[in-house]
């Protein structure tokens, strides 16, 4: 008998006016007791959708329609409300794809661990303590006795994200769910984090169901691949079979598009006076401690950093999870402040919180955040959202905001039918794009992208590049371009930044940094992506013998 078993299974959305549209139309799969399925799609295609309804789970204004779900001789859809709390995280865990909103915000990270730990073992006091401690270490968390005590709002998405990780071992489960678990990661700890849940699924025996649109993961950790398109299941067949002979169109052009680190080519410098020039930038969290207490300052998440940007040119800022690479963009944006050092833009200072800035200056400088549900007001339609900056900053009517809204969406592959929905009702790569929609309306002279890309599918990341060089091309837009991407860094990036626990190791024209790093650090980046495409080939050969 399968593991997993999935029959006929129907999820309707319902939407405004009481119409329902279909996310999941009649999907059927099973799995083998210890075994790791892929589901990829591009965005909206209901692999998340899919994913959560293994829990038991149903975002909100949505329904299970008909069809099965079941975990061994567990029918999971037909569990009590009671039953499914003590299933979720015990027999069947889920890694989700945003951190933060899966994790307690008034909590620190280690009383939400160790509160878990109680929930499903017998261990109290110093010893669940030790146990979350331990989680944290396995999962590559760097000091996890300071992370301990810190806030989710405290650490760094990649750091997040390895904490929900943790969590979701804490029981030992059975049936492992991961939606674009490393989604946050850089390669080196991605690396890091997947061959942890390699080891962790070999320990437990456990079968694990794997949801990305980042098909080199899935190639090297699956056996077997999904591949859903409009709710659809496509294809469905052994993982070297699917990226080596795809049988259908739709599976191809996924294939096809997945992007790999080649040489750059060379650009031509960008001239005229800087737009943003940072000389000697400064920055450390307060270390934690009680309420109402004086903290002092923590470890520099930023070291004496220097750089400029021309308008028009793109900077690719690199480094492991921590390096200070969100940090820089969130002080250029007013999201943080209190810095050393000085950051100029337009040859004016630039300093202070945005709400302390003129509407101008805050019009000129966004930022489009690595969590897009976070940065999203839930309660704001998708038309709210863009048309407010379309209002504030133009004095557009409500029915030329609306317009161009519209005409924000079809530039970002979107169709005007999400103007309705709410943030929770779009998938990861609908709000992703939704969320750099609302920063182009303001027609931004900088543009601080922090991993925009990290939640897309490949076909949606070609076209948000293109149309972000397009932007740049047209309108002069300066990018601060985040990722831990190095295929994505070197196609879009005039000049490359690696940063490393807040200092510079490297900074020049993408072609040379690429070619010849100069320091040690760079080249291990570089060495672990390339790493990741070896093992994506190496898996591919081992299925290739297995189907022989």
Do not use: W
């Amino acid at each position: 008998m399968a593991h997993v078993t999935v029959e006929d299974l129907r999820i309707t959305y319902r939407g405004q006016g009481g119409a329902e549209t279909v996310a999941v139309a009649g999907a059927s799969f099973s799995l083998e007791r210890g075994a790791a399925l892929g589901i990829v799609g591009e965005s909206g295609s209901g692999k998340s959708t899919i994913a959560r309804a293994l829990l038991g789970f149903a975002r909100p204004g949505a329904r299970f329609a008909g069809g099965l779900v079941r975990l061994g001789e567990t029918s999971v859809l037909e569990l009590s409300p009671a039953a499914l709390r003590l299933f979720r995280g015990g027999r069947a865990a889920m890694v989700p794809q945003n951190p933060l909103s899966a994790l307690t915000p008034h909590m620190t990270v280690g009383a939400q661990l160790s509160e878990l730990v109680r929930q499903h073992s017998d261990l109290r006091g110093a010893a669940a303590k030790a146990r979350a401690l331990d989680l944290m270490v396995q999962t590559d968390l760097p000091e996890p006795t300071a992370l301990f005590a810190r806030y989710p709002h405290e650490i760094s998405g990649g750091q997040r994200q390895r904490v929900v990780i943790a969590a979701a071992l804490v029981a030992r489960p059975e049936l492992i769910v991961l939606d674009e678990p490393t989604t946050a990661l850089d390669k080196t700890v991605e690396a890091r984090v997947l061959d942890l849940v390699r080891r962790v699924q070999a320990d437990l025996g456990a079968s694990l169901v794997y949801v990305s649109h980042d098909l080199n993961v899935i190639s090297a950790m699956c056996d077997r691949v999904l591949v859903m398109k409009s709710g659809e299941i496509v294809e469905d067949g052994p993982t070297a079979q699917i990226f080596e002979a795809p049988r259908t169109a739709y599976t191809r052009s996924l294939v096809q598009a997945i992007p790999r680190l080649s040489a750059p080519m060379a650009r031509r410098p960008k001239s005229g006076p800087a737009l943003l020039s940072i000389d000697g930038l400064g920055f450390a969290y307060r270390a934690p401690g009680r309420l109402f207490s004086r903290r002092k300052a923590g470890r520099p998440a930023l070291d004496g950093v220097d750089l400029s940007l021309a308008p028009g040119e793109t900077l690719g800022v690199v480094g492991e999870s921590g390096s200070g690479k969100s940090t820089l963009a969130s002080l250029v944006a007013g999201a943080v402040a209190g810095h050393s050092g000085r950051i100029r833009f337009d040859g004016q200072p630039l300093a202070g919180l945005a709400r302390t800035r003129s509407k101008d200056l805050r019009r000129r400088v966004q930022m489009v955040f690595q969590d897009p549900l976070s940065s999203l007001n839930p309660t704001h339609s998708v038309e709210e959202t863009l048309t407010r900056p379309l209002r504030l900053y133009f004095g557009q009517s409500p029915a030329a905001a609306r317009e161009k809204a519209v005409a924000l969406l079809a530039e970002l592959d979107l169709s005007p039918a999400l103007l309705s929905r709410r943030p929770r009702q779009l998938s990861g790569g609908q709000q992703q794009r939704i969320a750099l929609a609302r920063a182009l309306a303001a027609e931004p002279d900088l543009l601080l992208c922090d991993e925009i890309t990290s939640a897309l599918d490949v076909t949606i990341q070609g076209q948000v590049l293109a149309l972000l060089e397009r932007l740049q091309a047209e309108r002069g837009i300066a990018c601060l371009f985040i990722s831990h991407d190095l295929a994505v860094v070197s196609r879009v990036s005039d000049r490359v930044l690696v940063l490393e626990r807040g200092q510079v190791r490297d900074l020049g024209p993408t072609a040379e940094i690429l070619a010849a790093p100069s320091s040690s650090y760079t080249r291990t980046l570089m060495e672990a992506f390339r790493l990741n495409e070896r093992n994506r080939r190496e898996a591919h050969q081992r299925d290739d013998r297995t189907v022989a």
